[in-house]
């Protein structure tokens, strides 16, 4: 059993006054140390007597164990008393983002910026984790500082490592950059896993004293290197799980495929009406599909019919507690990792041509400027007449004739009407190339290229940016007020950026020669999307728009609104594709109890609590899908060490040079190390590096000339060395 730490008795020493104002000095200062005449000088004591009574009470706080004597004559306050008796307000509650070194940022919702956390102060925090950090007392221009004194709750207990063994024990070194300790593998706990294999180790013990977390092994992977070992090791290392278990797919396989005539009765028959869908070309889950009608005056009826997930997928079943564990499909490079089982997602949920197919639909009379005239939501069934693919829909746009031309142009024109109005009011163009691989019959990738978002691309956008925040607005509106609980509902929301951060990247751009003009959040909008404009096709492009979207605040999902901030709307929701995100799926239902007056059988608080999972589910998806694109870019360039390449300065540090190649948009290090013409230094405020003697700068967007110098696949690192070319 643990020894429990004995916490100093103060309470008598906090009686006498004189004490306890010994006392505070270092309570209010817990990182420093003093001796008697420091504490005199503070207290303004001078003469010798009550110096040396200030002398004999610092003996007096260590005997008591509430100061240590750190030094001789020198003492420190002692942290378990910080811990127990120090000030609530130091005390605040966050996430942990470690890094690569030891030391960590704590992100929290109760201090503005992020509190740092040196290595020696993480205890035995994880990546994730959510904790408790005791603040220290901030100096002046000096970023906030703290100590994590307590896990709340861990964010995981499973890693993916590769296992090293010795004769009398094993450890578990783990992937990625925030993983900064290995794992201590008791022999019995190590499956027989061989030294070199990948596997999944589980947090068992990590005292307070532990030097190393010890785990154990609960299953073995492969060798590292392996395209299936190490996409599976990216599923684990986000906690997604590799497959569905055998119960849900069996109740899934139960769902009959056939559709009753007494359903059909209650819906609105869509299936000759024009229909289809657009989706990438290797999309099996057809989450939505386009309808048009020509009506007279030229006005024009469009349905945007989304697949009725809800109508198979009911509360409190096997099925539906699996899809909100994992809340989220998720898009690995060579892989989906589906929400729903198959059966469910590529099947019958899936808007597949020439089939009928259950919807839920918003339905719009738009004018010939996109105006909405009338609108409609409810239960429906549809027949696709055809699928296009985004490639082949953009050919109809720019011209190429066909029997859906007609329709197709429509659609287009007043997707681009409704998206003038979007920007108009605000809206912000988050413009992004996509990094896409051609992989061999191995998963390795032999060729980069990147994908833009074209008409094809946007028009579908536009239509479902409709729906989404048509069905907020209608909810609205049968509301008593914004606290309404009798019809709790689910928003996607996005705050406004934080002041300084805008300012900072306002800063940062203009270093390279543009410009934000910060008034108000119109112009705010409208000076972003000309930034975007202006970069389209320069070398910083990705890089500005990258870390533009870092500036902004993230969306998330919550029942208590406060408008969308990028998209420059009041209410909005995700309706659109219950596939594949489960909030749309709560969306559905909500919806539907709300259009029969129903109540809902779940309450906000219960709702706001799925929610804050769901945004969770998002993230951790969004970073798994990230991981597998670093490592693809990483196999692609192994394959290319000691070749020279072109790309960007995408950073400046004390370290080196970030460089963003052009050719796959992978990023690498060239350490101020090796850069052995001149003696370098970090001019931290015009983000360059100059030479001491020579004077040569390196500037932050710079084209540069880098040879490719080495790849660690494990920690998605490249190294690189600046071309004599």
């Not at 699996?322 to 198959?342: F, K, Q």
């Not at 009798?486 to 951060?501: G, L, Q, T, W």
């Not at 460089?659 to 370098?680: H, N």
Request: hydrophobic share 35%.
């Amino acid at each position: 059993m643990a020894k429990k730490k004995s916490t100093p008795n103060i309470t008598k020493l906090r009686q006498n006054s004189f004490m306890a104002e010994v006392l505070r000095i270092f309570t209010t200062n817990p990182t420093e140390s003093y001796n008697f005449r420091q504490i005199s000088s503070l207290l303004g004591i001078s003469d010798k007597a009550t110096k040396d009574l200030v002398k004999s009470m610092l003996f007096e706080l260590k005997k008591v164990k509430a100061v240590n004597e750190v030094a001789r004559g020198k003492f420190k306050l002692n942290e378990d008393l910080v811990e127990s008796y120090g000030p609530k307000s130091t005390m605040i509650t966050g996430k942990v983002d470690m890094k690569s070194t030891g030391k960590a940022y704590v992100i929290s919702k109760d201090t503005e910026d992020d509190v740092f956390i040196s290595a020696n102060n993480t205890g035995t925090a994880f990546h994730g984790d959510t904790v408790q950090v005791r603040l220290f007392p901030q100096r002046k221009n000096k970023k906030l500082e703290g100590k994590i004194i307590k896990i709340i709750k861990r964010d995981r207990t499973q890693f993916v490592g590769v296992f090293k063994k010795s004769p009398k024990f094993a450890f578990v070194i783990p992937d990625g950059e925030n993983m900064p300790v290995d794992f201590f593998i008791p022999l019995e706990d190590s499956m027989k896993a061989k030294d070199g294999e990948k596997v999944v180790v589980e947090l068992t013990e990590w005292s307070d004293k532990g030097k190393n977390p010890v785990g154990k092994v609960v299953e073995i992977l492969g060798m590292p290197g392996d395209n299936n070992v190490e996409m599976l090791s990216i599923l684990v290392n986000n906690a997604f799980p590799v497959h569905f278990p055998k119960d849900v797919e069996k109740e899934a396989g139960k769902i009959s495929k056939k559709i009753s005539d007494s359903e059909i009765k209650k819906r609105r028959d869509f299936r000759n009406t024009l229909t289809f869908t657009i989706d990438p070309s290797d999309a099996k889950d057809f989450d939505d599909a386009l309808s048009l009608q020509f009506l007279p005056n030229n006005e024009y009826e469009v349905g945007i019919h989304i697949a009725d997930v809800s109508h198979y997928v009911h509360q409190n079943t096997i099925i539906n507690d699996e899809a909100y564990d994992r809340g989220t499909s998720v898009y690995l490079v060579d892989r989906t990792i589906p929400m729903l089982p198959e059966t469910l997602s590529n099947e019958l949920c899936s808007l597949q041509p020439n089939k009928d197919r259950l919807c839920f639909s918003a339905v719009f009379v738009l004018d010939d400027e996109a105006k909405v005239k009338k609108e409609w939501f409810g239960k429906t069934i549809i027949h696709s007449d055809r699928r296009f693919d985004y490639e082949e829909a953009q050919a109809i746009i720019e011209g190429k004739q066909d029997e859906y031309s007609k329709v197709m142009l429509t659609l287009d024109r007043l997707a681009k009407k409704l998206r003038e109005e979007r920007y108009k009011k605000g809206s912000i163009d988050f413009g992004s190339e996509e990094v896409k691989f051609k992989l061999d019959e191995n998963g390795k990738p032999i060729e980069v290229f990147f994908k833009e978002s074209k008409d094809s691309n946007k028009l579908i956008e536009d239509f479902m940016l409709l729906a989404n925040r048509k069905v907020a607005e209608y909810i609205e509106r049968f509301k008593k007020g914004p606290q309404d609980d009798s019809k709790p509902f689910v928003y996607r929301i996005h705050d406004k950026p934080n002041e300084s951060k805008l300012l900072q990247f306002s800063d940062f751009i203009g270093k390279m020669g543009y410009k934000l003009n910060l008034s108000n959040q119109k112009t705010i909008s409208s000076s972003l999307n000309k930034l975007f404009t202006e970069i389209n096709g320069k070398g910083e492009q990705n890089m500005i728009e990258t870390i533009a979207v870092r500036t902004m605040a993230k969306a998330v999902y919550s029942t208590k609104n406060i408008g969308h901030y990028g998209l420059a709307f009041d209410y909005y929701t995700h309706f659109t594709s219950p596939i594949r995100r489960y909030p749309d799926l709560m969306v559905h239902r909500l919806l539907y109890s709300y259009l029969n007056d129903k109540k809902f059988t779940t309450d906000r608080e219960a709702l706001e609590e799925e929610c804050i999972h769901c945004s969770e589910m998002e993230r951790r998806a969004t970073d798994a899908e990230r991981d597998s694109i670093k490592l693809k870019q990483m196999e692609f360039m192994a394959d290319h060490i000691g070749k020279t390449f072109t790309g960007i300065i995408s950073g400046v540090s004390k370290w080196g040079l970030f460089v963003e190649l052009d050719i796959c948009k992978a990023e690498g290090l060239v350490r101020i190390e090796d850069m052995k013409d001149d003696f370098y230094y970090l001019d931290e405020e015009n983000y360059q590096v100059v030479g001491h003697h020579y004077g040569k700068v390196y500037k932050l967007s710079d084209s540069i000339n880098v040879v490719v110098k080495n790849i660690d696949l494990q920690k998605r690192q490249m190294d690189l060395a600046i071309s004599e070319k």
